[in-house]
């Protein structure tokens, strides 16, 4: 009887299991297999030969040494502001948050697009100092690379930060005050190592993150003869003589080192982390600047942001409102036609229709799903709920890249039996996949916030499981549904890698339809639907955060 109880609470939880392993577990397999399996039999040599060739061999040295450059770059920019946010009167301006969050919303290639705008031969950084002659064309180097990828992911490590520098309570400084330590003596004694474990796990994020991104590397890398693994794994799946076999073995020996990354990342989280909250109340430490501290901190704060915003985001609003190229910002070539020309060509419309229901099905469809899943794993017991669970947020230890190339595989492996591939289903169960951690993540947070005692009473008032489900569990978790739609939304709306490697023939969508009137030269109507893109996208986010701060109050 108890095994029956068991099996019935478990139910669920097994057809989630199966469903999910048809999603994301398969595809995993199809790449390992397609990397390793040759005319029907096992053959490692084949994949070790795909490895070690020097052209391979030069795109896996690429890949680390630019995770680790950007690793760098991003402290150099991150740290110190951090430090001001969290430790000055700059930390009174809470709009310096939002705004340093513009950045990592930004879809990293309109971002890129705008920075080799500005700096191109005869760009918009000529134009404007015409006397510097190609001094802006240094951009385009490894170091342009490093930066560019570095302005995007910053905010990250810089939010991790100064959360940390938060947490460090003053008395902790002001005991090494009195012991006679300096300044510099406390920040390298003290401060320093207290932040050691957030920096390092920030610091792997960062270097995974630069391994999985592709935007930036196919905008600006290949401009540079720079490829990583992303885009050669791309060019491997999309370019003729088309090699499955190579890029399934780049992709496996991506998934390697993001899986590495990823424990290093836990084993530093359980070892290496202070808990310096004691349930009391603290203070922090708050540097008064002087006159001349205050004009230095604010010309930093006033590069970064001139960098990381204001160079991509003139350089794609001026070059949507250019009426003719080779005029470039003469007075009387500015238009609107761009825009208009978005909403009347049939082109352009098609691609926002099918971004918008791409955006929408995925997000709706996550959101059930993920919601069923959380749902599920709370009410079940034993070690599957943990496998149901660890399933269900897999693909966010994974590059996108390599989930699509999988996905790609299996369902063309099974298109006899199911002809979902090369439709635009394929494109919704690919974003399903992508952004179902999203939702678990949500609706997990939401769910530690519902007291047992409401759940209780409700039960002890007669009602039933789904009226209490229904009256008060849904209720209470709706915030996170909700959160993690619109989080999605954004997200699938401009997502590039998907688009570009399965989606139908003659299907675009807003992110292909920029990056190919970039490269075929209609570059303003390109930067005008980036314009729209980031719009949209960023209203969107403004209302998730005007929301969550409505029910917060």
């Not at 402290?75 to 809470?94: C, E, F, M, N």
């Not at 991790?160 to 300044?183: W, Y």
């Not at 490829?227 to 003729?240: G, Q």
């Not at 099918?354 to 059930?368: G, P």
Request: proline letters at 4%; hydrophobic letters at 50%.
């Amino acid at each position: 009887m108890k095994k029956s109880s068991i099996w019935k609470s478990n139910a669920a939880l097994w057809i989630l299991l199966v469903f999910l392993i048809g999603l994301i577990l398969c595809p995993l397999i199809s790449i390992f297999a397609k990397a390793v399996i040759i005319d029907g039999r096992l053959d490692f040599y084949h994949a070790w030969n795909t490895v070690k060739d020097s052209e391979n061999l030069q795109t896996i040295w690429n890949s680390l040494i630019l995770g680790v450059s950007v690793v760098l770059c991003s402290t150099v920019i991150a740290a110190p502001t951090a430090y001001l946010l969290a430790r000055t009167q700059l930390g009174r301006y809470k709009w310096l948050d939002i705004v340093f969050m513009i950045p990592f919303m930004t879809p990293p290639y309109i971002a890129s697009m705008g920075w080799i705008l500005f700096t191109q031969k005869r760009g918009l950084f000529q134009q404007l100092f015409p006397l510097t002659g190609s001094f802006s064309e240094g951009f385009f180097s490894f170091g342009g690379l490093v930066l560019v990828m570095s302005l995007h992911v910053f905010p990250f490590l810089m939010t991790m930060l100064k959360n940390a520098m938060l947490n460090i309570p003053a008395s902790l400084e002001e005991s090494g005050a009195v012991l006679g330590a300096g300044f510099f003596r406390r920040l390298r004694k003290i401060f320093v190592p207290l932040l050691t474990g957030n920096y390092a796990i920030g610091a792997l994020l960062v270097f995974v993150k630069t391994l999985s991104e592709y935007g930036t590397p196919y905008t600006l890398g290949r401009r540079i003869g720079f490829y990583v693994f992303t885009t050669d794994i791309h060019r491997y799946s999309t370019t003729a003589p088309i090699d499955f076999g190579r890029s399934a073995s780049l992709s496996s020996i991506l998934i390697g080192i993001c899986m590495g990354m990823w424990l290093l990342q836990n084993y530093i989280t359980d070892r290496h982390t202070y808990r310096l909250g004691n349930g009391k109340g603290s203070r922090t430490i708050q540097h008064r600047l002087s006159g001349g501290g205050q004009v230095l901190a604010w010309s930093w704060v006033a590069l970064v942001i001139l960098l990381a915003i204001g160079i991509p985001y003139f350089s794609i609003i001026s070059t949507s409102l250019i009426h003719l190229r080779g005029y470039g910002l003469a007075a009387g070539n500015f238009t609107f036609s761009h825009y208009l020309q978005l909403f009347t060509e049939s082109k352009s419309l098609h691609a926002i229709g099918n971004s918008v229901f791409l955006a929408v099905c995925s997000a709706t469809i996550c959101s059930v799903l993920g919601t069923l899943i959380v749902i599920a794993v709370r009410k079940a017991d034993g070690p599957m709920k943990k496998i149901v669970e660890g399933m269900s947020l897999l693909p966010e230890m994974l590059p996108g890249i390599v989930l699509i190339i999988g996905i790609m595989l299996f369902w063309n492996a099974i298109y006899k039996i199911i002809p979902l591939y090369n439709t635009i289903g394929i494109m919704v169960l690919a974003y399903v996949v992508l952004y179902l951690p999203y939702t678990v993540q949500y609706v997990t947070s939401s769910f530690t916030q519902i007291n047992d005692n409401l759940l209780q009473a409700g039960r002890t008032f007669g009602g039933s499981p789904a009226y209490v489900f229904r009256r008060i569990t849904l209720p209470m978790i709706s915030k996170g549904i909700v959160s993690s739609w619109m989080m999605i939304f954004i997200i699938a709306f401009r997502e590039l890698v998907t688009a570009s490697l399965i989606a139908p023939p003659n299907t675009l969508v807003v992110s292909t339809y920029i990056s190919r009137e970039f490269e075929q030269g209609s570059v303003s109507m390109g930067m005008a639907m980036a314009v729209l893109c980031v719009l949209i996208t960023t209203t969107l986010l403004l209302v998730m955060n005007a929301l969550s701060t409505r029910r917060e109050a």
